[in-house]
């Protein structure tokens, strides 16, 4: 899980600046001989200030993680619930029951087929669609697990867009690290043409 931690590992506040507060992003002291190896350019035991004005979504990354945790939690929820349906019974998708009756010797009979999708086409293009007879007593059995599979198709399509959500918000928080990174580097780059001067 992204936390605020790993974007900001080593923010410590040191004043405030209108609404939000001026920081100091304080890096490691490393070896001079390790600097030109360095792929990100780390101060030798030097501050930079991070004026947080120019990163005003700073302001809501707490929420946005506790939002995105809680849809992490949501997400795994629906999986644990369709989980506890499969595991309840049979689960049946894209099956239906059509009942059907005969008359015999003047009296009406109703009788009962499965029928359910083959996920094949006919040539017109049509759906493949098979039958089979069922018995009255296996009726309820079978309605049951149509009922499972429609409940399992409904918690899928809530845990997609769950984490379409998830994906977006995770977009927001990589963006702002990103963002953060971008100006920390030039105003170091800024910081060691000075230095250099």
């Known amino acids: 899980m992204i936390t605020l931690r790993s974007l900001l590992p080593s923010l410590e506040p040191t004043a405030v600046v209108g609404q939000f507060p ?12 390790q600097f030109s190896n360095s792929p990100t350019p780390l101060g030798l035991g030097t501050s930079l200030m991070l004026n947080l004005d120019e990163f005003p979504e700073l302001k809501w990354l707490s ?13 795994d929820r629906l999986s644990h619930a369709i989980q506890s349906i499969a595991e309840a019974g049979n689960v049946y998708r894209d099956y239906w029951i059509e009942p059907y009756t005969k008359t015999k010797k003047g009296k009406d009979y109703t009788y009962y087929q499965l029928r359910w999708l083959t996920g094949e086409r006919k040539k017109s293009g049509q759906p493949k669609v098979k039958t089979k007879h069922l ?14 599979g429609n409940q399992v198709e409904a918690l899928e399509k809530e845990r997609r867009q769950v984490e379409v959500e998830i994906e977006r918000i995770k977009y927001l928080v990589r963006g702002t ?4 990174h971008r100006v920390v580097s030039q105003n170091f780059k800024g910081w060691e043409g000075k230095r250099d001067e």
């Open 22 to 33: 001026m920081q100091t992003l304080a890096f490691e002291p490393i070896e001079s001989g």
């Open 177 to 180: 690290g990103r963002r953060l």
């Open 63 to 75: 929420t946005y993680l506790t939002y995105l945790h809680s849809l992490q939690s949501e997400c």
């Open 135 to 148: 018995s009255h007593r296996a009726v309820a059995e079978v309605q049951a697990a149509i009922a499972r």
